[in-house]
Every structure is written in structure tokens, then in C-alpha cells.
């Protein structure tokens, strides 16, 4: 019963066209799961700019049961960005959202094939999905947007096309240019396994008050115009 949105500056994003993007169910008893929010606009320098926005099936019931709603979710989205890199002559797209699953697991590896950006920019493809904080989440153990059993990792993702990581680009950003978002009133004490852990809304059917239990992940870009 909750879907995503996709919140704008109307004074540098003009919307073009939205559209929603229904997820098969990998059975027939499965539940139904949330849309993918596809929604294209204009920037101030007149590209076009593809944002999609996910909220993949959740690991209740198992991670390993669950999997094949995240697979069929992650199928469709790859449908959709090949499409539109196929007849994009520059194409500029951002994936972003709750995708229950880890950069190295099979939906963002083997389906989106999301790539951990080169070292050297000359070796990016725009045709060729990157994660934008793939590599943090594996250098530093305690990098993550969520907290499961005491351990950091990162469900929540940006994705991006290639151009996007180019210098040159007019639309630019890099690596260090995103991160997860660790204010002070996000977080609250992690009584079982010590350190801190996101401050959630419930507990189970207990209300706490808090925001969510996952940290927001942020970007920063630079626009040409």
C-alpha cells in the first residue's frame, strides 16, 4: 500500500512525462508488489534527464525466499534503462531507492550489471550502468544506509549511466560527491550490539517516534548551463 514518489524544483526540472512500471510476480500466489516510477524532465541547459525511483520487495520470509521478487523486479527495470539506452544518442539516467538487496547480490550484479565505477574516467561506458556508492560500502564496514545484526550495509543505491561520471559531462558528479546521510536525530543508541543504529518509526507494533529504519543516501551534482 505505499508507493514511491519523486519530489522536484519545479524552477530547474521540468517535467516532461511520468510513468509507472508495473513488477510481473514470480508466482502466482505472490504478493503484489510496488510499481518503478519512471519519470522524465528537462534541465535548465535543455537535456533531458530519466529518473527512476524503486522500492524492490522487502527479505521478509528469508532472503533467500524472497529473491525471486527482487530478481523480477530488478528484470524490469533492466528492460526499461536498455531501452532507453539504446535510442538515447547521450543518455543521462539516475536509478535511485530501497532496493532490499546489496551491491553484490544478483539483482544490482548479474541483473542491472551495476558496475563500481573505474579509477580512470576514460574507461567509462554511458551505456554502462555504476553504482555510485558500491565501493565505500566495501572498503568501510561501518558505510551503510542500514543496520542488520550489528553490521553497516548499504540496501539503499544510486545508479547512474555512464555520462554521468564523465568530467566533461553537463550534468557531473562523482564518488565523492555522495554518501549517506548521518545527522544526530536520524540516528539513536543500538542497545544489543552497541554503536548507533537509524532511529525507526516502530519497533515491531511499538511506536518510537523516530523516522525511519534506513538513513537517507545523498548526491551532489553539477549542472552546465
Do not use: C
Not at 93 to 118: C, E, V
Not at 188 to 205: A, C, H, L, S
Amino acid at each position: 500500500g505505499i508507493n514511491v514518489a519523486l519530489l522536484y524544483q519545479r524552477g530547474i526540472f521540468k517535467l516532461l512525462s511520468n510513468r509507472s512500471y508495473p513488477v510481473m510476480k514470480p508466482r502466482r500466489n505472490s504478493r503484489p508488489t510496488r510499481d518503478i516510477l519512471h519519470v522524465s524532465g528537462q534541465l535548465l541547459n535543455s537535456d533531458t534527464l530519466e529518473v527512476f525511483v524503486v522500492h524492490f520487495p522487502s527479505r521478509s520470509g528469508g532472503t533467500k525466499a524472497s529473491e525471486p521478487y527482487r530478481l523480477a523486479a530488478a528484470q524490469r527495470l533492466k528492460d526499461t534503462t536498455d531501452s532507453l539506452l539504446r535510442i538515447r544518442t547521450r543518455p543521462q539516467i539516475i536509478i535511485m531507492g530501497d532496493f532490499n538487496d546489496y551491491p553484490d547480490n544478483k539483482s544490482i550484479r548479474k541483473i542491472l550489471k551495476a558496475r563500481i565505477p573505474p579509477t580512470e574516467t576514460d574507461s567509462l561506458d554511458s551505456r554502462t550502468l555504476y553504482h555510485l556508492l558500491a565501493r565505500k560500502g566495501i572498503d568501510d564496514k561501518h558505510f551503510g544506509s542500514y543496520k542488520y545484526q550489528g553490521e553497516w550495509g548499504l540496501l539503499d543505491h544510486i545508479i547512474l549511466s555512464g555520462n554521468l561520471l564523465m568530467p566533461g559531462s553537463p550534468l557531473y558528479t562523482a564518488e565523492e560527491k555522495a554518501g549517506v546521510f548521518r545527522a544526530p536525530f536520524l540516528l539513536t543508541e543500538d542497545r544489543k550490539y552497541g554503536d548507533e543504529q537509524p532511529f525507526r518509526t516502530y519497533y515491531g507494533m511499538k511506536y518510537q517516534g523516530g523516522y525511519s529504519d534506513h538513513l537517507p543516501v545523498w548526491a551532489e551534482f553539477r549542472l552546465l548551463y
